[in-house]
């Protein structure tokens, strides 16, 4: 079984900082791509920040203000967030591309449970 464990959010004013980590584990074979996604109440999933094979993509709304980094030793992702606004309020949900031992070329989704991040005066 494969598993994602999300860590970090909780409640900060605006203008402040929080760091959302994730990490991979199980029986990995490989892990291609990892990022991060957002869901606000009643509105859509939407892509924050995604690390793949070197290249990295931000959101249009979080460019300059979110840092997305790996640590591949660890299995694990991070989403550094400064300058936060009330309009980031959303839970937050790792995504890693793992492929298993026994499948190396069958990689597949695995989500995350979902952090709580909060922006509020």
């Known amino acids: 079984q494969v598993q994602l464990v999300e860590s970090g959010g909780g409640l900060v004013q605006p203008g402040g900082s929080l760091r959302l980590s994730c990490a991979a584990s199980?029986?990995?074979?490989?892990?291609?791509?990892m990022g991060w996604y957002r869901q606000a109440p009643g509105k859509q999933r939407e892509l924050v920040a995604v690390?793949?094979?070197?290249?990295?993509m931000y959101a249009d709304s979080v460019k300059g203000r979110f840092t997305i980094s790996r640590d591949n030793a660890k299995n694990t992702v991070y989403l550094q967030m400064n300058s936060l606004k009330p309009e980031d309020t959303a839970v937050y949900y790792c995504?890693?591309?793992?492929?298993?031992?026994?499948?190396?070329?069958?990689?597949?989704?695995?989500w995350g449970q979902g952090t709580q991040v909060t922006v509020s005066s």
């Open positions: 995504k890693a591309e793992i492929a298993k031992y026994g499948s190396p070329w069958n990689a597949q989704d695995y």
């Open positions: 199980g029986s990995i074979f490989s892990i291609n791509a």
């Open positions: 690390s793949s094979g070197g290249s990295i």
